[in-house]
């Protein structure tokens, strides 16, 4: 059971250059979101969406951009870096009927 | 405006028991989450409360006081495994996860 699928684990990326970050699920959750988590801050929502065709903004969603085309997949662009962007992502789906939220391993991104 | 507190680091000892405490102003309450997250590794979910009250899962207890905006994570015969962060999240009136920072829990022996 794969749950929810991230990529790249890691990525050192030039600031200005374009990045995706992938994920994937297979759990069938209508519900995705993606986090980033800082150093001394909780998790802070950037993006979400409730379902395949819709997406909504979080608390911190400059800089970033998503795209929902189907149920499994959920990938987060970053459409020019910058050194604040520098973060561990994590990607998260959620279950209709609890709410639980299951997160990938998360994806380590350093913009110099 | 939206906010959870907890505690940002404790210290406890093997085979004791230790309380995470955390407080929320939220606007709005639709259940309060405990997550687990080892040091490097994805959080995972630890237990759920949305009525009053206590929630017992083996060594690990959750209890929930809607009224004072107040929920614990009690945590019982303390091992070294235990060792990670705990997260404490609130959803809102829009069913959206507010988070706490996190609370680093250091068990020695």
Redesign the interface.
Known sequence: IAGITQAPTSQILAAGRRMTLRCTQDMRHNAMYWYRQDL??????IH?SNTAGTTGK?EVPDGYSVSRANTDDFPLTLASAVPSQTSVY?CASSDRA?????????SRLTVL | GQNIDQPTEMTATEGAIVQINCTYQTSGFNGLFWYQQHAGEAPTFLSYNVLDGLEEKGRFSSFLSRSKGYSYLLLKELQMKDSASYLCAVRDSNYQLIWGAGTKLIIKP
Request: charged letters at 15%.
């Open positions: 001394g801050l909780g998790l802070r929502l979400y979080g994590f609890t709410g639980e939220l299951f997160f990938g391993e998360g």
